[in-house]
């Protein structure tokens, strides 16, 4: 029976249970999807091993469909999940990364330079669009200010109190008509800076005893 090899095993067991003839075979080397309602042949369902048959109740195509649609209602719990896998794959990703790399080092070279053309040009564009909106937003500080307010902070971080590198943060963001004056900056280290984002968050209020004097 060379037909047997094209049939799925768990056909070909109700098969041999049942005594189906040759005729029935070909009905069993297809089934109905249950979203779609299309009779398909096995070829088009994915496996599954919770269902009795080995497949999937959905065929390929509705499938896919199906997990987009979670994908689109579900946005933050699919980053989630595609972050945790990312994680936990992270040497195996690092590793065929690498190998890549050193089996095709042209296609590498043309594709890391493209990456690094556009990010620059991004990058550009960011800071461009920030530069002026800061400008629009009025304000301004001496550096002289600025360096007295990091003294005010023992040159700390004014949210985790570590002593690093300190970045200008507004207070009210740029982003949201945020001012240049000192007034609107606080220092905070890049992580807390990155951390803070777009929210308004004041840290420097618990650390002044002048404002709460005030
Ligand atoms: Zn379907
Ligand atoms: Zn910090």
Known sequence: MPLAVLIHPEALRLLRRRN????QLSLW?????????????????????????????????????????????????????TKKGRQKNKQTIRDSQKRCRLENPERYRTYYSAYQKENARRYADHSNIRFHQQRGNGGSHTQEEWRQLCEQFDNR????????????????????GGTSDIDNLQPL?????????RKIIDYRVPLDPHAILE
């Open 20 to 23: 189906m003839t040759i005729i």
């Open 29 to 81: 080397a297809s089934k109905v999807c249950r979203r779609c309602g299309f009779e398909k042949p096995y070829s088009e369902f994915g496996r599954s091993k919770q269902n009795k048959d080995g497949l999937l109740s959905y065929c390929r195509q509705c499938h896919a469909a199906k997990t987009l649609e979670w994908k689109r209602k579900n946005i933050e719990a699919h980053r989630a999940i």
């Open 157 to 176: 971080c004014a949210c985790c109190g570590r002593k690093t590198r300190l970045t200008k943060d507004h207070i009210i963001p740029v982003t949201q």
């Open 189 to 197: 280290c890049q992580s807390c800076n990155s951390c803070k984002g």
